[in-house]
């Protein structure tokens, strides 16, 4: 994969004046995705779908079992137990927690016997350091981040570590702000990358400017000083998603929020024993977008979704470019979020593009840029995705993959240093496309596969078990032709 990021560092040149089957094949170990175009034909009427819980939720759901005063037992109900939550278990029963998977519920014990975690070899390191232990958390970048200020808040000198693709992501954003605070965490490796070592834990309130607009960065922030019961204040250049301080103030703590500042007391909170997760928004969005591709006037209904603001950018910009999504039945969870059941009706007529130029609103949008830019490819104007740096550091770079992807399909797309730029009107077709082993450019490639005529292919597109165990079900349940095929 890394290779395939250098690859498409100048994919905005030519992206999709090559044929579909020609493209920069990176080395893939997850089964190909294949999609015919159309929709098996069904009674006509409204559906209904369900889609995993929420990712993000998930991981600080779990999380709080490591905060002090967590009970014994938490039991995490609805969680999304795809790779990306799945990639903190191991670290977790390292730390002598017991974890226990049954369908979507995960269950915490405290007080297993630590079970260690297999150190992965690293080319600058000979010694790794003997009384701490190893947590590796796979490629989950909120996973690896999210701990490092759960470990400091807590004072658990632990190494933590990833993957070859995390290890050459950002972690500055965490450490910095955390080393303002009196954590002292060393640098292993590359400066700014993982493995880290938590040395020492942070140990004075203060105040702390964040340089990225990533919840991940605040979160770990936040997590630190709510497990250590020191009162800060962390301040942040956009409003991104708020699922930590919403949990935290579910829990009793005290918080106080203006758009670009949070204020934590240092005072007491209780973690409840059962947690409850609503469903993934980030993952409604597929079969609504499948659904307005196709335009056949029923309406679709994804029940118990995330209405957080904060993740409802893929709707809004759809809703204000003119189709018909709407929330129904909305509420509120125990754990502070609202939730409600996504309603999509018609089509993508009369729309003619989608603009997001303001960063709170990506931000709100931000796993759904490659999806957003396939609905862009299909519409007769010209669309603008921008305020997306921080899009460089996912997975892939996605600005670069996006295009890529998109352009495979026929697409015209430019890649600008902060965003994208989709001209419609451009013949779509159907055949072979990269999914760079990045499951929200796999699984936006076969969406889009979904409206085309003919056989669409996503090289290694089955990688959307990351977020997203069930999407070939939750497409098919909606009339979508779509298998994994193994064959190379």
């Keep these: 994969m890394l290779e395939a990021r250098k690859d498409v560092q100048e994919a905005g040149r030519g992206a999709g004046d090559e044929a579909v089957r020609e493209f920069d094949r990176p080395a893939t170990k997850a089964p190909h995705l294949v999609v015919d175009g159309g929709r098996e034909l069904r009674d006509h009427g409204s559906l209904t779908v369900a889609v995993p819980g929420d990712k993000s939720v998930s991981h600080r759901a779990l999380l709080a079992a490591l905060l002090p005063g967590a009970p014994a037992v938490l039991t ?9 939550v799945r990639a903190l278990l191991p670290a977790m029963r390292a730390l002598g927690l017991r974890v226990d998977i049954e369908s979507h519920t995960l269950t915490v014990r405290r007080g297993a016997r630590p079970v260690p975690q297999p150190v992965r070899g ?18 989950s970048s909120a996973a690896a981040r999210l701990l490092i200020g759960v470990l400091a808040g807590t004072g658990t000198r632990a190494v933590v570590d990833g993957d070859e693709v995390l290890r050459h992501r950002p972690m ?26 938590v040395r020492k834990p942070v140990c004075r309130p203060g105040a702390v400017r964040l340089s990225v607009g990533s919840a991940q960065a605040r979160s770990a922030v936040l997590l630190a000083v709510a497990a250590a019961g020191l009162p800060a204040t962390v301040s942040h250049p956009v409003r991104s998603r708020d699922h930590t301080e919403r949990m935290l103030a579910a829990f009793g703590a005290g918080l106080s929020r203006t758009e670009r500042e949070i204020t934590w007391n240092g005072g007491p909170y209780r973690v409840p024993p059962v947690i409850d997760v609503p469903a993934d928004p980030s993952l409604a969005a597929y079969p609504v977008a499948a659904h307005l591709m196709w335009g056949d006037g029923d309406a679709l209904r994804v029940p118990g979704v995330c209405l957080n ?12 470019a003119g189709a018909d999504i709407s929330y129904e039945d909305e509420r509120s969870t125990s754990g502070g979020e609202p939730t409600g059941t ?9 729309l003619d593009s989608v603009r997001v130029d303001d960063p709170a609103v990506l931000h709100a949008l931000i796993d759904e840029v490659p999806l957003l830019a396939v609905v862009a490819a299909l519409l007769p104007g010209t669309s603008w995705i921008g305020c997306a740096e921080e899009l460089r550091f996912k997975e892939t770079d996605r600005l670069a993959t996006t295009a890529r992807m998109v352009g495979a399909f026929g697409a015209r797309v430019e890649v600008a240093a902060d965003g994208l730029t989709v001209s419609g ?32 292919t996503v090289h290694g597109g089955a990688c959307h078990r990351t977020s997203f165990p069930d999407f070939a079900d939750v497409q098919r349940a909606i ?10």
């Design 76 to 84: 995490v109900r609805n969680a999304n137990v795809g790779g990306a």
């Design 122 to 139: 690293h080319p600058g390191i000979d010694t790794w350091p003997r009384d701490a232990p190893y947590l590796e958390t796979g490629g």
């Design 342 to 350: 996504v309603v999509a009706r018609g089509g993508l007529d009369g």
């Design 309 to 320: 603001p904060t993740r409802l950018g893929f709707f809004e910009v759809l809703r204000r």
């Design 425 to 456: 009107g451009a013949t779509l077709r159907a055949g072979t496309v990269p999914s760079f082993e990045d499951h929200r450019i796999a699984m936006a490639a076969a969406t889009l596969g979904i409206r085309l005529p003919g056989r669409t």
């Design 172 to 197: 500055e954003w965490i450490v910095d702000p955390l080393a303002e605070l009196g954590a002292e965490i060393d640098y292993l490796g590359d400066p700014g990358r993982l493995p880290v070592l």
């Design 479 to 488: 009339g979508a032709r779509i298998a994994e095929d193994s064959r190379r």
